[in-house]
Nanobody, 127 residues
């Protein structure tokens, strides 16, 4: 089972990038999925999550209103608008192993919920 994140790169502040995450070896179209990131010298942090149905989304306060998580069958996306230098990080996609599971809100923000992780894609935002 593999999650492959792509779409990172170098961007200027105020611009946009779109990250994608494709799965192989397993169908995650009915699983909770999320994006996390790790900035240099910092711990991994939650960015956004989406319910298994796609009907509910969750965002970190730092990205709310700028980032949008979405899914299309088994592929996961993160549209990042109005990028800021502090968005610079390696971005990881993640998936819950359980299908059609719904959790209380705080659980989605916790890395421990997710059993599968992608290799990460670097996003660098210059000022």
């Amino acid at each position: 089972v593999q999650l492959q994140a792509s779409g990172g790169g170098l961007a200027q502040a105020g611009s946009s990038l779109r990250l994608s995450c494709a799965a192989s070896g397993r169908d995650f179209s009915n699983n909770v999925m999320a994006w996390f990131r790790r900035a240099p010298m910092k711990e991994r942090e939650f960015v956004a999550a989406i319910s298994w149905s796609g009907g509910t989304t969750y965002y970190a306060d730092s990205v709310k209103g700028r980032f949008t998580i979405s899914r299309d069958n088994a592929e996961l996306y993160l549209q990042m608008n109005n990028l800021r230098p502090d968005d610079t990080a390696v971005y990881y996609c993640a998936a819950d192993r359980s299908q059609r599971r719904t959790y209380t809100g705080p659980a989605y923000y916790t890395g421990g919920l997710y059993d599968y992780w992608g290799q990460g894609t670097q996003v660098t935002v210059s000022s």
